[in-house]
């Protein structure tokens, strides 16, 4: 049988004749009684709040890019946007080598600790989602947060930014 070694391995049995029947008598159980089953997976749940809430903040910290991209994505479909792919803000950054499309000056890195929120990167779609543009690299451009919130949602011919190279 395969699956994980028990208790008792060795290396001629790496799960003994015991350790077999009671996992196959827990799988028969658990297909006669799926309602049983999920009640005690929500119990679970209920009672580990506080450890599912460590782990979620966990990977917050451990993947902060991840999440604003997921974040960026969600926040373009709630404006009716049609999603192209999950744009990657650092790699927008990176793109842009580093510099905000509508102003030329240079952008801190993002997730830069310490500096002022107008002078953060943010992800400014060139066609805005309001518009019909689509959420996608091609339509991405870096931005300071000051200066995305100064150019609204216009027309990119009527706002008259040149455009840095990507």
Known sequence: MTGRPCKHATAEAPVCGACVTNRARVASWAATHPGK???RYVRWLKRSKRARRRTYRAYYYRHPAKIKAYAAARNAALRGARIGELVDPVRVWLIAKGRCW???WFIPYPGTRGIDPAEEH???HVVPCSQGGEHSYR???AAHCGCNSRRGA???AE???AEVAP
Request: aromatic content about 0%; some cysteine; overall charge negative.
């Open 37 to 39: 089953v999920m009640s």
């Open 102 to 104: 509508l102003c030329g």
């Open 139 to 141: 339509n991405t451009k």
């Open 122 to 124: 943010t992800l400014d």
């Open 159 to 161: 706002h008259g930014a």
């Open 154 to 156: 216009p027309d990119p």
